[in-house]
């Protein structure tokens, strides 16, 4: 089993910035990717930005330049810095983690965006 935790959401004005952290402990090596999804008000749960345990990172179009996914491999911990916030990012944000066979969600933290 992996627990995941995340932290770091609030409300922050448009074009201010937050950092996202999610914290995996338990069975950790059963984790190989890692990645942060959305849900705003009355939409579908979508991808943001996903990394590999090798790095390799893929970002939804409407965050690209924006946010930034990195994750510590040593501490467990993957990062969701996020810059130029716009109103249409308030969402409840989740941390993902996934191999072939299992998938891992945290509980979600909320991000508001005023304008």
């Known amino acids: 089993q992996v627990q995941l935790v995340e932290s770091g959401g609030g409300l922050v004005q448009a074009g201010g910035s937050l950092r996202l952290s999610c914290a995996a402990s338990?069975?950790?090596?059963?984790?190989?990717?890692m990645g942060w999804y959305r849900q705003g008000p009355g939409k579908q749960r979508e991808l943001v930005a996903a990394?590999?345990?090798?790095?390799?990172?893929n970002y939804a179009d409407s965050v690209k330049g924006r946010f930034t996914i990195s994750r510590n491999n040593a501490k467990n911990t993957v990062f969701l810095q996020m810059n130029s916030l716009r109103p249409e990012d308030t969402a409840v944000y989740y941390c993902?983690?996934?191999?072939?066979?299992?998938?891992?969600w945290g509980l979600g933290t909320q991000v508001t965006v005023s304008s």
């Open positions: 993902r983690g996934w191999n072939s066979r299992y998938v891992y």
């Open positions: 338990g069975n950790i090596l059963e984790i190989n990717a």
């Open positions: 990394i590999t345990s090798g790095g390799r990172t």
